[in-house]
């Protein structure tokens, strides 16, 4: 292949490409630029105080459920065991007494959102959504309590267990859509393997090689014309 052809090869490739290579240099450069604990929100989580030496929980009381899991956990309001069904679900159960609690409140949810919160900002409403209708920053197939703040950052409270599923700030909302740009899927933003993707790799990385053989041609051509 001559190298005017090579070359006419790479601009209509770097044409091609060029969108998604500055989108994609763009959302990384942003992802990089922030602490990802920053944009989890770290900062913003309460550490809860352990678990009193000496203390002997009550077992908790059980439903005619094949158990996944049982773990004991310090909430805001207290020690609770959480009980993790095999059919997904989850309840939760008060370590002191074993009793299974209801479902968690629009106002318990407000005060654990509180409780699981380091910081000041006033809460600004409260939400509850069902596992089918799970807020698209939330990513989870569970019914949760949706406690916002004043800037706009939100607390996710498992509406069965009271734990506390995620925090997601406004810069944690902008990282996602970065995410979706770097992955080329602002639908799901979880897809990393699609044949848009791969296609646009495939080509920028034969343009980069176009690039080179046509760096090492005329760096030939150059010594060539050198020599004689």
């Known amino acids: 292949?001559?190298?005017?052809?090579?070359?006419?090869?790479?601009?209509?490739?770097?044409?091609?490409?060029?969108?998604?290579?500055?989108?994609?240099?763009?959302?990384?450069?942003?992802?990089?630029?922030?602490?990802?604990?920053?944009?989890?929100?770290?900062?913003?989580?309460?550490?809860?105080?352990?678990?009193?030496?000496?203390?002997?929980?009550?077992?908790?009381?059980?439903?005619?459920?094949?158990?996944?899991?049982l773990t004991l956990e310090q909430q805001p309001s207290g020690p609770a065991w959480i009980i993790?069904?095999?059919d997904g679900g989850k309840r939760r159960a008060d370590a002191r007494t074993g009793a299974l609690l209801p479902p968690v409140t629009a106002i318990e949810a407000r005060s654990l959102a509180a409780g699981y919160y380091n910081?000041?900002?006033?809460?600004?409403?409260?939400?509850?959504?069902?596992?089918?209708?799970?807020?698209?920053?939330?990513r989870r197939d569970r019914p949760s309590w949706q406690v916002s703040l004043k800037d706009n950052t939100r607390f996710y409270i498992d509406a069965d267990s009271g734990q506390l599923m995620a925090v997601r700030t406004p810069r944690w909302r902008i990282?996602?859509?970065?995410?979706?740009?770097?992955?080329?899927?602002?639908?799901?933003?979880?897809?990393?393997?699609?044949?848009?993707?791969?296609?646009?790799?495939?080509?920028?990385?034969?343009?980069?090689?176009?690039a080179f053989a046509m760096q090492i041609w005329r760096q030939k051509r150059a010594k060539r014309s050198r020599n004689s």
């Open 119 to 138: 910081g000041n900002m006033p809460i600004t409403s409260v939400w509850h959504f069902p596992a089918d209708q799970s807020p698209f920053d939330l």
């Open 1 to 69: 292949m001559k190298y005017s052809s090579l070359h006419r090869w790479h601009i209509w490739l770097g044409w091609l490409v060029g969108v998604p290579l500055i989108l994609w240099t763009l959302s990384g450069l942003f992802m990089v630029l922030i602490p990802i604990e920053d944009i989890r929100g770290e900062h913003l989580r309460a550490e809860m105080p352990p678990i009193e030496a000496g203390f002997e929980p009550a077992l908790p009381a059980m439903e005619v459920r094949a158990v996944k899991t």
């Open 175 to 210: 990282f996602d859509f970065m995410w979706g740009l770097h992955i080329m899927d602002l639908q799901t933003r979880e897809d990393t393997s699609h044949p848009i993707l791969i296609g646009f790799a495939a080509i920028s990385l034969l343009a980069l090689l176009l």
């Open 84 to 86: 993790a069904y095999h």
